[in-house]
Structures are given as structure tokens and as C-alpha cells.
């Protein structure tokens, strides 16, 4: 069994988040620029042995696609083809995921300067991401 990678899509950057081999916590990962990606995460998977990458969904509160998923897609589809072909994407519903992890930020005791860093809300979002798809399969 090997780690998952989940990924908080961003226009400019993604957050991504990663459990332990066992599959059991999900901690924060990085926050990398967009354009950087698929660099970064086929890198990462191959190194890491991750078999399973799960992308949050951007849904509205109808669950209909966000006019975010416009952008989404396309990149999912260049970092399917660019990472092995056994290691499966899915998506995951991710509506309401900055709001928690704003939530986690003050509820940790974070100043606000650092809430406002954007970078460490992605990670958060992707950790959250991905702990709520660990609680979905268990």
C-alpha cells in the first residue's frame, strides 16, 4: 500500500497534502505554483510511491461544477498522462474546504499575518481534502 496525494487545484498554485504509507494521517505537503505541477508530482510519485492522487472537486452548493473546473480538467488530464498509468486520479468534492481550513488556522492559534499567507490555506485545504476521502473509504 503506498501513500496518497491530494491536491487543492488553484489557478496559480495547488496545495497538496500526503498520508503516511499505512494511509492513516494526512499531513500538509507543499504549495506549488500551477505551471509547476506536474514537475513536482510526477517527481513526488515516483519517489514517494504514491498510488492513488485525489483532486478536490470544486462544486457549487447545487453540486454542480464551479467555473473553476474549466481550468481543472485540462491539468488533470496533462498529469494523467504524464504519471504512470497505475496510479488512478479522482475527484473529490472539496465545497467548503478554505473555510475549515481558515477555521483550523485560528483554532491552531495562528496569528493573523499568517492566515493571511494563502500558500498554508492551500495546504490546510488539501489535508482536509484528503481526510475527509480517508473517512469516506473507512
Same mark, same amino acid.
Given at each position: 500500500?503506498? @501513500?496518497? !496525494?491530494?491536491?487543492?487545484?488553484? *489557478?496559480? #498554485?495547488?496545495? %497538496?497534502?500526503?498520508?503516511? $504509507?499505512?494511509?492513516?494521517?494526512?499531513?500538509?505537503?507543499?504549495?506549488?505554483?500551477?505551471?509547476?505541477?506536474?514537475?513536482?508530482?510526477?517527481?513526488?510519485?515516483?519517489?514517494?510511491?504514491?498510488?492513488?492522487?485525489?483532486?478536490?472537486?470544486?462544486?457549487?452548493?447545487?453540486?454542480?461544477?464551479?467555473?473553476?473546473? @474549466?481550468? !481543472?480538467?485540462?491539468?488533470?488530464? *496533462?498529469? #494523467?498522462?504524464? %504519471?504512470?498509468?497505475?496510479? $488512478?486520479?479522482?475527484?473529490?468534492?472539496?465545497?467548503?474546504?478554505?473555510?475549515?481550513?481558515?477555521?483550523?488556522?485560528?483554532?491552531?492559534?495562528?496569528?493573523?499575518?499568517?492566515?493571511?499567507?494563502?500558500?498554508?490555506?492551500?495546504?490546510?485545504?488539501?489535508?482536509?481534502?484528503?481526510?475527509?476521502?480517508?473517512?469516506?473509504?473507512?
Amino acid at each position: 500500500m503506498g @501513500r496518497i !496525494l491530494a491536491i487543492d487545484f488553484g *489557478r496559480k #498554485r495547488c496545495g %497538496l497534502a500526503v498520508t503516511d $504509507p499505512m494511509r492513516i494521517i494526512a499531513n500538509p505537503l507543499e504549495t506549488v505554483e500551477t505551471a509547476q505541477l506536474i514537475t513536482f508530482v510526477t517527481a513526488y510519485a515516483a519517489r514517494e510511491g504514491v498510488d492513488l492522487v485525489v483532486v478536490g472537486e470544486p462544486t457549487t452548493m447545487r453540486g454542480e461544477p464551479s467555473e473553476s473546473t @474549466r481550468w !481543472l480538467r485540462p491539468a488533470m488530464d *496533462r498529469l #494523467r498522462k504524464a %504519471l504512470d498509468p497505475s496510479i $488512478p486520479i479522482i475527484s473529490y468534492d472539496e465545497r467548503f474546504t478554505s473555510v475549515l481550513a481558515h477555521r483550523a488556522m485560528i483554532d491552531g492559534g495562528m496569528k493573523r499575518m499568517q492566515r493571511r499567507d494563502k500558500s498554508v490555506v492551500d495546504r490546510i485545504s488539501a489535508a482536509i481534502i484528503l481526510n475527509d476521502y480517508l473517512q469516506s473509504i473507512h
